[in-house]
């Protein structure tokens, strides 16, 4: 899943486990992948598939009783699994940017946009108050935040969702990092500002050429959004290509059960939306083979038996047994 030189972000054999009371949840198994700068790779899947746990584990903010128990996490020519807390201090809002779901929570209410925005030019750069300031005004330009001047001495709750989230994403790109993770960074917002964001960090990603990993569960928002898309289920990558192959050449059974769940425009209304049978298994006894078989209407003895290994070419790979015809994608 490599893409070559320019790689910016190369996850290997990843996993991650997290420790309960009775139980390890086995969060994330083996997942690897790349992304290179400029390039916009697609993280998608239902709720609680290990998504934003490998967004923490990048981020080296895992919660309690999380750990990374294999692989490594390069970003540039450094191990980030290698740092402690002290050296991802000097990573996170410098070397890496976070938007979250939710700028309302994400923000510190108790700080001014112009101080929220300005904090990692003081921390990382050593600005001084009045330069982190001025650069705090040019951010919230560069993101499309109107009146900027205005809104430095203004607070989180004094602004719309849009704005807040522009705001967040100022403050990510603050530092210029290599890499920017965007955690379902729409969800909280009405269509038509989710289309501006989106159209935005397009935008800044090509201007500023950073790498940008979208985690998301809306296959709408990663077809006009990601170069690459990987697919993941219950911890595990499924399938792994470029979009158009991924929206057009489906070859996962998982896979095809998201891309049906899409409400259409030619949908009736009297007419039940699609919805994948079952539940996803229990990630503290994950099943031996391969973990969709319960959901999936091809599933044989065969896909029980063991993990499927990855089929298909480099540039679009998916680990299923028994995978959907290329005329019928």
Known sequence: MSVGDGTVLAVEGLKVDIELRHSTVHAVDDVSFTIA???TVGLVGESGCGKTTIGLAVLGLLPVGGDIVGGSIRLGGDDLTAFDEDAMLRVRGNRIGIVFQDPLTSLNPTM???????EPLRIHRGASARA????????????????????????????SGGMRQRVSLATALACEPALLIADEPTTALDVTTQDQILELFARLKDELGMAVLLITHDMGVVAGQADRVLVMYAGKLVEAGGTDSIFYEVRHRY????????????????????SIPGQPPDLSRPPGGCRFAARCAYATDE??????PFFGEPAH????????EAAAA
Request: contains cysteine; glycine residues 6%; negative net charge.
């Open 317 to 324: 790979l998916f680990a299923c047994i028994h995978p959907v």
């Open 255 to 274: 896979t095809e059960a998201l891309l049906e769940s899409i409400p259409r425009m030619t949908t009736s209304r009297s007419e039940p939306l699609y």
């Open 132 to 159: 982190a300031r001025g650069s705090a005004a040019e951010l919230l330009a560069l993101v499309g935040l109107p009146a900027p001047q205005r809104q430095l001495d203004r607070y989180p709750h004094e602004l």
């Open 303 to 308: 896909c029980r038996a063991a993990v499927p």
């Open 112 to 118: 001014t946009i112009g101080d929220q925005v300005g």
């Open 37 to 39: 700068a400029r390039e």
